[in-house]
């Protein structure tokens, strides 16, 4: 029982219907926000949420403040799989478009009103 679970487990990482964009090293401006995985800025010139690598979560004085952002770009296409279950039940999975930053280095981009 314990290498079928894991088995399952791993035929469902695999099963994953991903498709990788070419790596590009990229710089966005935007607002800091946590999604339910990890850190991510949601970018002020198109909207689009872009996750940080390795960075669980904004500290409380930085979630919400405008920063810079650089990294190695990744984008997958989620689909959704109908086949994709554990012992007969449907896995929960996320559809779209998801946008990752590997290897990010961030810093608050200075407010304009304030002195120095």
């Not at 401006?29 to 979560?57: C, M, Q, W």
């Amino acid at each position: 029982m314990k290498y079928t679970f894991t088995l399952v487990f791993v035929l469902i990482l695999f099963s994953c219907a991903v498709q990788h964009q070419n790596p590009e090293i990229v710089t966005v401006i935007g607002i800091a926000k946590d999604k339910k995985a990890r850190a991510a800025v949601t970018s002020i010139k198109d909207g689009k949420v872009y996750e940080l690598d390795e960075i669980p979560y904004w500290d409380e004085e930085i979630r919400g403040k405008l920063i810079k952002v650089t990294g190695t770009l990744i984008v997958e296409k989620l689909k959704f799989d109908k086949n994709d279950t554990v012992l007969g039940v449907p896995v929960q999975q996320a559809v779209g478009t998801r946008r990752l930053l590997l290897n990010p280095k961030w810093e608050i981009v200075p407010n304009n009103n304030e002195s120095n």
